[in-house]
Nanobody
Framework: QVQLVESGGGLVQAGGSLRLSCAVS????????MGWYRQAPGKQRELVAR???????NYADSVKGRFTISRDNAKNTVFLQLNVLKPEDTAVYYC???????????????WGQGTQVTVSS
């Protein structure tokens, strides 16, 4: 079956960095789009970054210039580099895999279990 396994979360001070990974198995990774979402306590889940099959990326305004999404098709893995972290970045981060034609405004595809990122001030 399809599995997405996130790793790399943790506790970091404001201004610090983390690198999240999401390893995918059970599906052809290279033909699917990938995204990272996050959900903070009491808030709705939000799309943070996405990357299509050709490597084109898109970011939420709140993370633009600080976060970088990338993919390694040879390793079936998508990454999210988080730099200049702020306390408001604290959330559970989830990776998502979906077919490339699916609108990012809808809840579709496969999800990982999430990884906690906590940024202290």
């Amino acid at each position: 079956q399809v599995q997405l396994v996130e790793s790399g979360g943790g506790l970091v001070q404001a201004g610090g960095s983390l690198r999240l990974s999401c390893a995918v198995s059970g599906i052809t990774f290279s033909i699917n789009a990938m995204g990272w979402y996050r959900q903070a306590p009491g808030k709705q889940r939000e799309l943070v970054a996405r990357i299509d099959t050709g490597g084109t990326t898109n970011y939420a305004d709140s993370v633009k210039g600080r976060f970088t999404i990338s993919r390694d098709n040879a390793k079936n893995t998508v990454f999210l580099q988080l730099n200049v972290l702020k306390p408001e970045d604290t959330a559970v981060y989830y990776c998502n895999l979906r077919a490339p034609y699916v609108d990012w405004a809808v809840d579709r595809g496969f999800w990982g279990q999430g990884t906690q990122v906590t940024v202290s001030s």
